[in-house]
């Protein structure tokens, strides 16, 4: 009797963990222009202090891109999302791995930065499009 009280009435689903607001992937572009800045700062700066300073908050900033993909990729996109659009997979292996070792963590090249900011345009113009749906 006491597992039938227990027992839910009504099942439901949702798209996402928690309200829809908490996901945005402003967060990873905010995060991946002060990655491009300090880039460009870097590179106008011979002071072995303020460059090692750089690399070190570069790398941070570069990381936190990832984290902010990843929480997109895993936790907002759902199968639906990507049956609509089949290039969300790609797109985000390419911005994660542009945010990577190989991209801007372990690069200053500006034109790198300039490329994930154009992966993180293409996955905010599909996210805003899912939540027009």
């Known amino acids: 009797m006491l597992a039938n ?6 099942t439901v689903s949702a798209h996402c ?3 829809c607001g908490v996901y945005d992937p402003a967060q ?5 222009e002060s990655v491009k800045a300090i880039c460009e700062k870097y590179a106008g700066n011979e002071d072995p202090i303020f460059r090692a300073r750089a ?3 570069k790398e ?3 990381n936190l891109v990832k984290e902010h993909l990843w929480v ?4 907002y996109f759902k199968p639906p999302h990507f049956e609509k659009y089949p290039q969300l997979h790609e797109l985000f292996n390419e911005a994660t791995k542009l945010a990577g070792a190989s991209g801007t963590k372990g690069s200053v090249d ?3 930065a300039d490329k994930l900011l154009g992966k993180i345009a293409e996955i905010d113009k599909i996210f805003w499009e899912t ?3």
Request: hydrophobic content about 45%; cysteine-free.
């Open 60 to 62: 941070e900033r570069s």
């Open 110 to 112: 500006v034109d790198v």
């Open 28 to 32: 990873a572009r905010i995060e991946a």
């Open 5 to 10: 009280l227990l027992r839910p009435k009504t």
């Open 17 to 19: 963990d928690l309200p």
């Open 55 to 57: 690399l070190k908050i």
């Open 131 to 133: 939540k027009q749906a």
């Open 72 to 75: 997109l990729w895993t936790d």
